[in-house]
C-alpha cells in the first residue's frame, strides 16, 4: 500500500504497490499541533465569564 499526506501529497511510504492510503507526514503534523497549540492558547485568553454569556445568549436564541 502507498501512504500519502493528506495535508501535502508527500509519498511516505511506496515500499509496497497497490491502493493508496493517507497519513500525515512529520512537516505537516508539526504544522498542525503548533496550529493547535496557538488555538488552545487563544482559548485560554477568552475570560470565562465572557464565554458563559456567550453561551447564554446562545441558549436563548
Do not use: F, N, Y
Request: glycine share 4%; with cysteine; aromatic share 2%.
Amino acid at each position: 500500500m502507498i501512504i500519502k499526506c493528506a495535508w501535502c501529497g508527500l509519498v511516505i511510504d511506496d515500499s509496497d504497490t497497490g491502493p493508496v492510503s493517507h497519513g500525515i507526514c512529520p512537516s505537516c503534523k508539526k504544522q498542525l499541533l503548533s496550529e493547535k497549540e496557538e488555538s488552545e492558547k487563544d482559548e485560554k485568553k477568552i475570560p470565562l465569564e465572557s464565554t458563559a454569556k456567550e453561551q447564554s445568549i446562545r441558549v436563548r436564541i
